[in-house]
């Protein structure tokens, strides 16, 4: 299962020109068959330097990197929840993502029109939040009035089910993202089916450019975004759509000349493997080193269905290698001459950097 990003926002403020730059900007992409599965999805994968300094040890016929995919999305209008623009689809489509990417425009071009002909960054963002609320009010609303309904048949879990979506419906009705609420875990597993957009994790993308304005934007909703606990990654879309379509000497020169030192397009990556939530493992052979992505807290068993249903079936032990200590010794014998190899059951929790040979017998 890859992990999915819906990039959302407002019509025309360069959802599809960051589309674009995440999409085409990484050569690795090549890497996966249907790499375009279909003309709004895009598989992206992870930079991570650790694949490469294990791969230069290792020297692997083919080098794979964790990959996330981003869904292009259709710009949202004020009433979507009610149907208005491309409404209910695009809300759905925003539902089956594990975390969202919301671009809101920090730039200044009169060129480019405003939906509302307005560049006020915050007010954008709450138009977009208040359909995500809308939309959740609803979903909570609709379920409370289902689950009434089947009172007789499993009272004690529904009874259960029905406290915490109240406690939803209190906190959307005062106009508040779900995010905002204070759920504890066995809470949160209990409204998971419903997957409330206002309780994705979400990052702002700050759309940005080469005018001074752009500064003030950004500043606007870096401090929104703060009182949400969310983070906001500048990007210059347009110029770094130029940029992933230049060679390396010349795309160096460029990012000095407009003071960039770390590309948008990475950071977002990163980003977006952070509020996810994931760690990276490891597998590493001559014939391929592949880095994958999992959640954070996830066992062995876990990470071996990652791979292949056949590794958990079987699953007999995981030996394992720490990323730094293959890196220190250099090779897997001398890592089991330095007491360094291990051997963990199905229980193990993973950790970031692990690097894994699953022993299975299916
Ligand atoms: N950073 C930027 N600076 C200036 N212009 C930009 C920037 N980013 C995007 N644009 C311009 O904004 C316009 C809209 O971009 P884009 O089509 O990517 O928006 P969108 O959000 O995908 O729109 P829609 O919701 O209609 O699909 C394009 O003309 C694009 O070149
Ligand atoms: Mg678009």
Known sequence: MGFKCGIIGLPNVGKS????????????????PFCTIKPNIGIVSVPDNRINNLSKIILPKK?????????????LVKGASKGEGLGNQFLSNIRDTHAIAHVVRCFKDDNVSHIYNQLQPKIDVDIIN??????????????????????NFNKKEIEEK???????????????????????ENEKKIISYLRFLTLKPTMYIANI????????????????????????????????LDLIKMNEDEQKYFMKSF?????????????????????????????EVRAWAIPNGSTSLQAADKIH????????????????????????????EAGKYRSEGKFYQIQDGDIINFLFNV
């Open 17 to 32: 020109t960051l589309f674009n730059v995440l999409t085409k900007g990484n050569s690795a992409v090549a890497n996966f």
């Open 63 to 75: 080098i794979t990197n964790a990959f996330i995919e981003f869904v292009d999305i259709a710009g």
């Open 130 to 151: 208040s359909e995500l609320i809308l939309a959740d009010f609803e979903t909570c609303e609709k379920s409370i009035l289902k689950l009434q309904k089947k009172l």
């Open 162 to 184: 029905l406290v915490v979506l109240s406690k939803c419906l209190d906190h959307l009705k005062k106009f508040l993202m779900l995010k905002t609420l204070e759920l504890d």
């Open 209 to 240: 450019n080469e005018q001074k304005e752009s500064c003030f934007f950004l500043n606007e909703l870096e401090k929104m975004a703060k009182k949400e606990g969310s983070s906001v990654i500048p990007i210059n879309s347009n110029l770094e």
């Open 259 to 287: 003071n960039i030192t770390n590309l948008g397009l990475n950071n977002i990556i990163k980003s977006g493997y952070k509020i996810l939530n994931l760690i990276t493992f490891f597998t590493a052979g001559i014939k």
């Open 309 to 336: 249903s056949d590794f958990r079936r079987g699953f007999i032990r995981a030996q394992i290698i720490n990323y730094l200590d293959f890196i220190k010794y250099k090779s897997e014998t001398k890592v089991k």
